[in-house]
């Protein structure tokens, strides 16, 4: 395979905590702060900057309310997100070695 | 990027769908509700099958259901306000679930009051709702087991028609503990299996 055929990663995917949150949200119609914290197990600070990123970029929705007074935060993929992801899921496979065929 | 880096990102992504899968495992606690009022419900009808006083038994399946309604509104409000995660998954299951309640409603009371057809034909009514029910679980949930079960509850309904009176309650309540308590408590053991994991 040479580099021509690698298709282009999406940048604001291309993170471990970021593509874990979007993986959850894929799956999930919403996920609260608290859920994404403790399956990424990333800090607080840490993850809220991604989400902060993921939502700059239109990938997701981030809605605050509350729950028994306390602040909940909880996160949705928008359809550009879930289009980015597919995207980048299709790029991601031209990473992988084409299997061997047999003879 | 280079191959070993692409595995990572699809474990990640691997990782992060079984954790959500995982967290979002149906509990069996309504079902257990259920199965326990519904097991008074069928021993209620029976005793008073034996004492032929048939014209109570409407209000020993109404009591049962209005019970079990107000427990799953409560229940089900409150798990929802208290849940981190919801997957489109658990949201067909409640669609199937009230769907399912407002089948066993009508054709469990409603319509045999009515006058829609005699309440010799409710149990086997009820278990081709049940069928729907385990079948489309089993669907939701990727579990074949709770397929085959809807299969028990499809089969059930048709070996019903062959008996009569007390005896379909007989039968009815052996397919009940096969076909609706094992699976329960095989869901209930899954669920616990899962949340150790988390």
Redesign the interface.
Known sequence: MTAETFEPLDPVIHSPLRLAVLSILLSARQADFGFLKKATEATDGNLSTHLAKLEDAGYIRVKKSFREKKSLTTCVLTDKGRAAFGRYLKALESYLPVRAKKP | ???D??????R??K???D???R??TESGTLFIVWGVLITLALAGTWVLGLLKEYRWEWAVWVGVTVVGWVFSAVYGYRRD?KS?????AQ?AARHLYIACGAGFLLVGIVLPRLGAYSHEAISILVSVVSGILFFVMGGLYEWPLLRVFGLVWWAGAAGLTLVKDNDRILLYTVLFVVAYLLPVCILRAKYKREQSRT
């Open positions: 990027m280079n191959d880096q692409a595995r990572e990102d699809i990640i992504i990782a992060m769908l954790k959500t899968r967290a979002a306000r981190e995660v919801k997957t489109y949201i």
